[in-house]
T-cell receptor
Framework: QKEVEQNSGPLSVPEGAIASLNCTYSDRGSQSFFWYRQYSGKSPELIMFIYSNGDKEDGRFTAQLNKASQYVSLLIRDSQPSDSATYLCAVNTDTGNQFYFGTGTSLTVIP | DTGVSQDPRHKITKRGQNVTFRCDPISEHNRLYWYRQTLGQGPEFLTYFQNEAQLEKSRLLSDRFSAERPKGSFSTLEIQRTEQGDSAMYLC??????????????FGSGTRLTVV
């Protein structure tokens, strides 16, 4: 069973703060990792991907990967109310043909 | 490039009826994927096509479900004899060959199915 686990939250942070979202995965063969943002009633939107250990930054978003600990995180700096959404962690299969998603973490940014 | 298009956006059907959804991928994308997302859960893989060939199916895709991509362009997902447990958002995505592995893929807006 390939599993991706996320804290479902809800996570609340004040506007301007750093939001930290975490994800662990069980399959050591996984090689690429993705963060999707999903607004209520909408489809998931890809915001970050990472496949090398370390940090990857894109604007206010930083993805962090630690393959030894099987841990992926997403940091959102200077959080805005528009960041309020559910954030889904996804991990590829060892064949790369499908992704396994976590259940998502609900984030609320309080103005 | 207008993105992945799905039709209809919403479908309400009575239990036992058949329903069909359509997905139009981004032009020239070889791969097309179907996922299902129920309330409070992440998307779950159903099946994927490479051109017109259906290469992988999840065990979630019971005998009541069938998917086709007859000419390697648009795809249809049919559910026969719908059950209340089929109520979900059905998501389609597409990608060029091999790109999804490293770069992920973009979902369409989804079809929300409600079985009453």
């Amino acid at each position: 069973q390939k599993e991706v686990e996320q804290n479902s939250g809800p996570l609340s942070v004040p506007e301007g703060a750093i939001a930290s979202l975490n994800c662990t995965y069980s399959d050591r063969g996984s090689q690429s990792f993705f963060w999707y943002r999903q607004y209520s009633g909408k489809s998931p939107e890809l915001i970050m991907f990472i496949y090398s250990n370390g940090d990857k930054e894109d604007g206010r978003f930083t993805a962090q990967l630690n393959k030894a600990s099987q841990y992926v995180s997403l940091l959102i700096r200077d959080s805005q109310p528009s960041d309020s959404a559910t954030y889904l962690c996804a991990v590829n299969t060892d064949t790369g043909n499908q992704f396994y998603f976590g259940t998502g973490t609900s984030l609320t940014v309080i103005p | 490039d207008t993105g992945v298009s799905q039709d209809p956006r919403h479908k309400i059907t009575k239990r036992g009826q058949n329903v069909t959804f359509r997905c139009d991928p981004i032009s020239e994308h070889n791969r097309l994927y179907w996922y299902r997302q129920t309330l409070g859960q992440g998307p779950e893989f159903l099946t994927y096509f490479q051109n017109e060939a259906q290469l992988e199916k999840s065990r979630l895709l019971s005998d009541r479900f069938s998917a086709e991509r007859p000419k390697g362009s648009f795809s249809t997902l049919e559910i026969q004899r719908t059950e209340q447990g089929d109520s979900a958002m059905y998501l389609c995505a597409s990608s060029p060959l091999w790109q999804a592995f490293n770069y992920g893929y973009t979902f369409g807006s989804g079809t929300r199915l409600t079985v009453v």
